[in-house]
């Protein structure tokens, strides 16, 4: 299997993992996260497919999932939502975290390997967006922990900071 039929299949698959951790979700702010999640997935996945049909420069559209976390955290904190969460949610997002972070590492190694300057740039962005995703997952296992401070602290305002 090459780099490209492995990397489409990460997506797939991790679309499918998004879809069904929003199904399972016991807020509807949170299954709007992984369904936003599952959509950056397929964008990825049609990235890839471009690439691996020989298109050099395929257009990968700016991510605003951060912003549209950053206000749905925003709305709890005005409307002070209780957290209570069921089951082993948190468990599912612990496995995402890793999805994300292997994914990263896939596209930022592929980078390396790239034929051209472009198509490192196109991974290294691939790859920037994959932490984002993490960086997001993080910000909801640290909210699970303890949701009162961690909005009162407002701390998923510095969520992406560096994205």
Do not use: C
């Not at 399972?24 to 599952?38: D, G, P, R, T």
């Not at 050099?56 to 957290?83: C, G, M, Q, R, Y």
């Amino acid at each position: 299997m090459n780099i490209y039929d492995f990397a489409i299949q990460k997506e797939l698959e991790g679309e499918a993992f998004y879809r069904s951790i929003a199904d399972k979700s016991s807020h509807a702010w949170l299954k709007q996260i992984f369904l936003l999640l599952a959509e950056e997935e397929v964008k990825h996945r049609i990235f890839l497919e471009r690439l691996q049909e020989g298109d050099s420069n395929p257009e990968l559209s700016e991510s605003n999932t951060l912003d549209s976390v950053k206000k749905l955290f925003s709305s709890l904190e005005k409307s002070l939502i209780p957290a209570i969460f069921i089951g082993d949610e948190s468990a599912l997002y612990s496995t995402a975290l890793i999805l994300e972070d292997e994914s990263s590492k896939l596209y930022a190694q592929k980078a390396l390997e790239a034929s051209s300057p472009a198509q490192a740039t196109l991974f290294q962005r691939l790859a920037a967006e994959e932490r984002m995703h993490a960086t997001l997952i993080q910000g909801i296992l640290q909210f699970l922990e303890n949701p009162k401070i961690w909005l009162e602290n407002a701390e998923w305002s510095h969520l992406g900071s560096e994205y």
